[in-house]
Every structure is written in structure tokens, then in C-alpha cells.
Nanobody, 120 residues
Framework: QVQLIESAGGSVHPGGSLRLSCGTSERIFGLGYMGWYRQAPGKQREFVASIATRGTGRRYADPVKDRFSIWRDSAENTVYLQMNSLNVEDTAVYYC?????????????WGQGAQVTISS
């Protein structure tokens, strides 16, 4: 059963923009946090951004904090990630995650992943 529904990724040139979305049920949205991790070929999965689904907190990884923006639509139990000024180092599979404070814990839910490719 699919718990998180991610939008498709995409392919853009360097400097371009993409938006990802991730929708879920009210129960999972209510766990407290949603966000994205990414995994590039040959690299470990890394944190990208997160947002508190019942508060105002947002966090960004240093490589993206001035270029990416995360926000939520609580009425739709959906979070969005706007990615601007993309560069080739942003190429990765982006995974949406919902959790109660520990993305690696047993109460975390992961999406199927969306391929984001930046190439000239």
C-alpha cells in the first residue's frame, strides 16, 4: 500500500527549476514532520529539507538552503519542495519522508523516489 504519493521528478538544464510534491493521509501527515532526502549514484542518502506539519519549523541542508524552499498545504496533507538554481550536483533520486522526529526510525514512511536530473 502506497503511503506517500510523490510527484514525478524531471530533467532540466543547470540554472533551471523543478517542484516536487508529496501527498499522504491525514494520519501520516500528523506524525509531525515531512521532507525530502536524496541519493546520488554512488553516494549515501542525504537530508535535503524538512518541515514541521504541526508547527512552523523548517530545516534545510547547507547545499540547498538558499535555493530550495519547502512548504505545506495542511488542508491537502501535502508538502512541496521548490528547487531553484539547480546544478549538476543536485542530480539524485529524491525521496519524500514522513516521520515523528526520526526519519530513520520504525515510524518513518518513505516515498518511492523521484529522479531529478540536471544536465547541459
Amino acid at each position: 500500500q502506497v503511503q506517500l504519493i510523490e510527484s514525478a521528478g524531471g530533467s532540466v538544464h543547470p540554472g533551471g527549476s523543478l517542484r516536487l510534491s508529496c501527498g499522504t493521509s491525514e494520519r501520516i501527515f500528523g506524525l509531525g514532520y515531512m521532507g525530502w532526502y536524496r541519493q546520488a549514484p554512488g553516494k549515501q542518502r542525504e537530508f535535503v529539507a524538512s518541515i514541521a506539519t504541526r508547527g512552523t519549523g523548517r530545516r534545510y541542508a547547507d547545499p540547498v538552503k538558499d535555493r530550495f524552499s519547502i512548504w505545506r498545504d495542511s488542508a491537502e496533507n501535502t508538502v512541496y519542495l521548490q528547487m531553484n538554481s539547480l546544478n549538476v550536483e543536485d542530480t539524485a533520486v529524491y525521496y519524500c519522508v514522513a516521520h515523528n522526529g526520526d526519519a530513520t526510525g520504525p515510524n518513518a514512511y518513505w516515498g518511492q523516489g523521484a529522479q531529478v536530473t540536471i544536465s547541459s
